[in-house]
C-alpha cells in the first residue's frame, strides 16, 4: 500500500524559507516518478514540482527559481526547498506519486503539510 507522510510545512514571514519533507513507503521509491502540488484556500489543485526516477526536474513558473525539489531514494523521501516565499504560496502542500501529467487527478497523495506565508 502507497504511504505518503509529507511534514515541514509552518507559519513563514514573506521572504522566508521551508525545508517540506515526504516520506514513502509501500513501493519502490527509486522506481517513482513524483510530485508536488499544492492548493490554497478556495482554490483548485495547482501542481508545483515534479522529479523523475534519473532526476530530472520540472518546475511551475510561479515558482520557479524560488523552489528547489529533491529525492534521496536510500531514505525514500522526497523534499521540497521553499525559498523567497509570497504571501501566494500559503496552501496545503502535497506530495503525489506520480509523473507531472498525472500528478492532479492521481489520488496517491499523502495528507498535506500547511504552508502559510504571512507578516
Known amino acids: 500500500e502507497v504511504h505518503l507522510v509529507e511534514s515541514g510545512g509552518g507559519l513563514v514571514q514573506p521572504g522566508g524559507s521551508l525545508r517540506l519533507s515526504c516520506a514513502a513507503s509501500?513501493?519502490?521509491?527509486?522506481?517513482?516518478?513524483m510530485s508536488w502540488v499544492r492548493q490554497a484556500p478556495g482554490k483548485g489543485l495547482e501542481w508545483v514540482s515534479s522529479?523523475?526516477?534519473?532526476?530530472?526536474?520540472y518546475y511551475a513558473d510561479s515558482v520557479n527559481g524560488r523552489f528547489t525539489a529533491s529525492r534521496d531514494n536510500a531514505r525514500s523521501t522526497l523534499y521540497l526547498h521553499l525559498n523567497g516565499l509570497k504571501t501566494e504560496d500559503t496552501a496545503m502542500y502535497y506530495c503525489?506519486?506520480?509523473?507531472?501529467?498525472?500528478?492532479?487527478?492521481?489520488?496517491?497523495r499523502g495528507q498535506g503539510t500547511q504552508v502559510t506565508v504571512s507578516s
Open positions: 522529479i523523475t526516477t534519473d532526476g530530472t526536474i
Open positions: 503525489v506519486k506520480a509523473q507531472r501529467v498525472d500528478a492532479l487527478r492521481s489520488i496517491l
Open positions: 509501500g513501493f519502490a521509491f527509486a522506481w517513482a516518478a
